[in-house]
């Protein structure tokens, strides 16, 4: 993976090479960390990069630092703009990855939120498919638990929390399949190393609450709103067994980086047809062609990085 030629480091963009933290730092040894994931999207008709749903983002970022007790003098819009700002200095006309960082950089010795100095960098590289079988993910259910709000809350994206998903990706990925689906401490699916779920059964679309121990994905918003809207599905957002996937006619993961990755087989068991059925492969379409800026309804969730070319004078 390209590394980044700047970053947006103590207040202003500067180069790579100077954002940089000791080994000491409180986030590396404890997790005191939260961090973001935003994508940004070429969209070679326009000449534009879009970066998709940035206030939304932010704003989950805000509030995973303060679950974490952090508090940094920025809102949203500014976080957003320190954004724009460092990817015009990239000068990035490719699809790209935009990741916040938030962390205690202390230097210091012992456990704890309170008392610390949080810093925050923001970078961005080049970023094409997060998994490599979108069209058809074979995932199994991981013998790993998710971590519990009264443990780890998944509700923030907590640096610490993510040993969690790495021992559940890991696992799967040495094992043969595309990624693991992790149950809570319930014995429900909670959601991917790194994704939020989806089935749909009979004609309806499932999902795990957000008090299933998921993180409360932007893509996951995004995902209901397009299907109730545009596919004019109904979806209900509760609980589900591990059994019911097993029976369900699609399934789907949903994420910023993974995007829409359709869901064919769990642990051997194909889903519906076992291949990508025809509510996963329409939505897919429509998402695609929304992150873009390409549907006029949703354009406001597309923010352009560049000026757009001025209209001639007439
Ligand atoms: N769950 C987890 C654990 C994640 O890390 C991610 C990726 N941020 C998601 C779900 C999807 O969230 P989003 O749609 O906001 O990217």
Redesign the pocket.
């Known amino acids: 993976m390209p590394t980044p030629n700047y970053a947006f480091f103590r207040g202003r963009v500067v180069p790579y090479s100077e954002a940089k933290v000791g080994v000491m730092t409180h986030a590396l040894n404890y997790g005191t960390a939260v961090f ?2 935003l994508r940004g999207y070429w969209n070679s008709d326009e000449q534009q990069l879009f970066v998709f749903r940035p206030l939304d ?1 932010f704003r ?1 970022f805000l509030q995973s630092a303060q679950l974490l007790l952090m508090e940094f003098p920025y809102t949203a819009e500014q976080l957003a703009d320190a954004t724009m700002e460092l990817l015009r200095t990239e000068d990035y006309h490719t699809d790209c990855y935009v990741r916040p960082l938030g962390f205690y950089g202390d230097e210091l010795i012992g456990v704890r939120l309170h008392n610390l100095h949080p810093e925050l960098s923001i970078v961005s590289v080049p970023f094409g498919r997060y998994v490599s079988n979108e069209e058809g993910a074979h995932v199994t259910i991981s013998s790993w638990r998710r971590v519990d709000d009264n443990s780890i809350p ?1 509700r923030g ?1 907590l640096a610490g929390s ?1 040993v969690n ?1 790495a021992f559940a990706k890991s696992d799967a990925e040495r094992a043969g399949f595309d990624e693991a689906l992790v149950l809570n401490q319930d014995g429900h699916i909670s ?6 779920f989806f089935m749909i059964r009979n004609g309806v679309v499932h999902t795990p609450p957000v008090t299933d121990n ?7 918003r ?1 995902v209901i709103s397009l299907l109730r809207e545009e596919l004019g599905l109904e979806v209900v957002e509760r609980s589900i067994d591990r059994t019911e996937v097993y029976l369900a006619d699609e399934a789907f993961f ?4 993974v995007q829409i990755a359709a869901i064919i087989k769990v642990d051997h068991r194909p889903v519906g047809s076992g291949k990508m059925g025809p509510v996963v492969s329409e939505l897919r379409d429509l998402y695609f062609n929304v992150v873009r800026g390409k549907v006029q309804k949703y354009r406001h969730w597309c923010a352009p990085v560049y000026e757009a070319e001025r209209e001639p004078a007439r």
């Open positions: 973001g994931g983002h989950r998944a994206k993510y998903s959601e991917g190393s790194a994704e939020n998921i993180l409360e994905g932007i893509t996951r995004t949903s994420g910023t980086g």
